[in-house]
């Protein structure tokens, strides 16, 4: 039974925001514009316990399981060899674990996790370029329903609408704030 549901970002509201953020710092990202080849891509299972309970480690990136493929960054600035993937719940379910086969309907999405595991691989790779690895916050909004919320449709549509605006909100303020932290990384390194 789902209590409080994630309000997941889309890419385009992610992409938005990144951009935002980017072009304060002088950054100006293409879309979908540069493929990094063979890399160790996550192999996602949204039904598996999520890997920090068995031992995981996002500043080792493993536990996930990894597959080859290639990887089309979400935004990519060739003046300076930047780039940056976000990862949202389309690129979970994307980068599914196909040997596996789950009859449950409980989904559970380790985006955390799953960006260590992208990074771990992007880090084998020579030649990539410098990339900011952003993930979906996943935020979880706490609105009251009062009894008023549940008397008509119409009621209860308002309700998840107001739900999702604020959980959308608050998702584009983390991934802001994750987007902010990879700025100042790329000034601390003399990038930009």
Do not use: C
Request: glycine fraction near 6%.
């Amino acid at each position: 039974m789902v209590v409080n549901p994630p309000v997941f970002l889309t890419e385009d509201e992610a992409r938005l925001v990144v951009q935002e953020e980017a072009e304060r710092a002088g950054l100006h990202f293409l879309a979908d514009s540069f493929v990094i080849k063979d890399v160790d891509l996550p192999a996602t299972d949204e039904f598996r316990s999520p890997p920090s309970s068995n031992g995981g480690d996002i500043r080792s990136g493993s536990k996930v399981p990894t597959q080859k493929g290639n990887l089309v960054l979400d935004g990519y600035e060739s003046k300076r060899n930047i780039g940056y993937e976000f990862i949202s719940s389309d690129d979970f379910k994307a980068w599914k674990d196909r040997r596996l086969f789950h009859a449950s309907s409980v989904s559970s999405y380790d985006f955390l996790q799953t960006a260590g595991t992208l990074r771990a691989g992007l880090a084998a790779k020579t030649s990539t370029p410098w990339t900011g690895v952003f993930f979906e916050p996943a935020a979880h909004p706490r609105l009251a329903m009062t009894a008023a919320d549940t008397l008509t449709e119409a009621a209860r549509n308002r309700y998840w609408e107001a739900r999702h605006e604020v959980g959308r909100q608050a998702g584009e303020e983390q991934l802001r704030l994750q987007v902010r932290d990879f700025i100042r990384w790329l000034k601390s390194q003399g990038v930009i």
